[in-house]
């Protein structure tokens, strides 16, 4: 009798004689999976964990295949056609609470902190300079959208409306943007649903609008937009093409803030849970993989995401931002370590509290239109992350001995609230358990009982 031995069987057979007496995972119900992706360097841990056969280890055999952007992402994990994707963080909590499409999305894996740039084009950059403070010769950081202002009100007299770009409407990107222009006293514009109008325009100093990442740097040098934020490489790439200059990363805005999750539909993961699980820790080794020994795999990293598979953007571009630098205005490079951060200072853990933070945001800004208690805010952060899932991915890579327990959160104390949060450029401090309170402290947003009229 002829015996047929595929590299699939093989692999399976390997994963499941590790398994002895529970301590180690159990056979995920899904091996074949398709996850999605946008072309930005952030959705690393799933094209590192595919090409250093993490997920391999885990019994899945996994298909990475780029979307054309947000929007379709989403639609087509709600659908099925996805088993789940690289998400923008707002997106899972958006489509539970019907902001948008209506789907309850979670997540149990929090992909990255950090990663973002807002850049304008080059002639506000002249104009903007002005007023900037210099030292040695060289702009001040961290830049603030107070020097913004003056060139925005010179725009408007001159009958020019100041329009910029984000990736979509419950992005970091657009939260970012929008909490840099507020401090700075420019008003980015509210959403009102319950009008019916979703354009995030209302009562706007400056325009924001939607263009999905890898086309950001064209739109600005034809002129459709003045600046916009983004991940990398898009702003890495303004630099290079010479048309634009990142003034400010969101390292800056907020130190460490938590940017891209890996969601999957809540019927997915109840369907799949050991499926869901098994994914979790090859992402979390993964994203442990992006990070150890100081950065020391980011060449290598780099050089796998330049394929065109992938990222598909210049070795040198993805470097620029990759590998402990960052620059600003052409040949303005500076030491910028932890832009990208893809495991330190529990970057993988999806915490409650940075769930909360995105809400207050859509709150601010009009896209939850009413005023919520703030056990709402809790309980609709828990319905969408989940560290429990988190805990028994981290727990097995531990008993595995792939892991060590000081890689990980203390989960006998662990609540899912980080500590107060100093390190926003307004100075603001934000605590997760009095979203409320939190709100009330912004001069430009909604707040208490207010609506958009």
């Keep these: 009798m002829k015996v047929t031995i595929t590299l699939k069987n093989l692999v399976k057979g390997i994963v499941l004689s590790c398994c ?31 090409e250093k056969g993490f997920f391999e280890d885990e019994g899945l055999f996994v298909e990475l295949e780029a979307q054309a952007n947000w929007k379709v992402l989403l639609d087509r994990v709600i659908t099925g056609e996805l088993d789940g994707a690289h998400m923008l963080a707002g997106q899972p909590l958006g489509a539970t609470i019907g902001f948008g499409t209506q789907a309850h999305i979670i997540t149990a894996f929090s992909m990255d902190l950090n990663g973002n740039g807002i850049t304008v084009s ?30 925005l009100e010179k725009y408007r007299n001159e009958g020019k409306p100041f329009k910029m770009g984000m990736v979509f409407p419950v992005s970091t990107h657009n939260y970012e943007l929008r909490y840099w222009l507020a401090a700075g006293g420019i008003h980015p514009g509210y959403y009102a649903p319950h009008k019916g109008d979703i354009t995030g325009q209302i009562k706007a100093d400056a325009f924001l609008s939607v263009t999905p990442p890898p086309q950001m740097p064209s739109t600005l040098e034809a002129g459709t937009i003045f600046g916009y934020c983004v991940g990398e490489p898009w702003n890495q790439q303004a630099v290079f093409k010479g048309i634009g200059v990142p003034v400010i990363t969101d390292y800056e805005l907020w130190k460490n803030n938590p940017e891209k999750v890996f969601g999957v539909s809540k019927a997915w993961a109840d369907k799949y849970p050991n499926t869901h699980i098994a994914v979790v820790k090859a992402m979390i080794r993964a994203a442990k993989w992006l990070d150890e020994n100081n ?7 780099v050089k796998i995401l330049s394929q065109s598979n992938y990222v598909g953007a210049d070795y040198e571009v993805i470097a620029n931002s990759m590998t402990g630098e960052f620059e600003y205005e052409k040949g303005d490079k500076r030491a910028l370590p932890d832009f990208n951060v893809f495991f330190r200072y529990n970057a993988t853990y999806p915490y409650y509290s940075d769930a909360i933070w995105y809400l207050t ?72 358990r009095q979203p409320n309170a939190y709100l009330a402290r912004f001069s430009i947003g909604l707040k208490g009982d207010e609506t958009v009229e």
């Excluded at 506000?124 to 913004?148: C, F, Q, S, T």
């Excluded at 959160?409 to 605590?431: C, K």
């Design 295 to 301: 950065n020391a795999n980011r060449p290598e990293a």
């Design 20 to 50: 002895v007496s529970g301590a180690f995972a159990a056979e995920p119900e899904k091996e074949d999976l398709k996850f999605g992706f946008i072309k930005l360097t952030d959705m690393a841990p799933l094209a590192i964990a595919r």
């Design 122 to 151: 080059n002639e506000v950059w002249r104009e903007m300079k002005k007023h900037i403070p210099m030292e040695n010769g060289k702009p001040v950081h961290p830049i603030k959208a107070d020097y913004l202002k003056p060139v």
């Design 361 to 432: 945001q859509m709150r601010r800004w009009g896209q939850i239109a009413d005023a919520r208690p703030d056990s709402w805010y809790m309980e609709t952060a828990k319905k969408v992350y989940r560290p429990d899932i988190y805990r028994k991915a981290a727990e097995e890579l531990i008993a595995e001995g792939k892991m060590a327990k000081a890689d990980f959160p203390d989960f006998a104390s662990e609540d899912g609230f980080r500590p107060p949060q100093s390190e926003f450029i307004d100075g603001v401090t934000y605590d997760g």
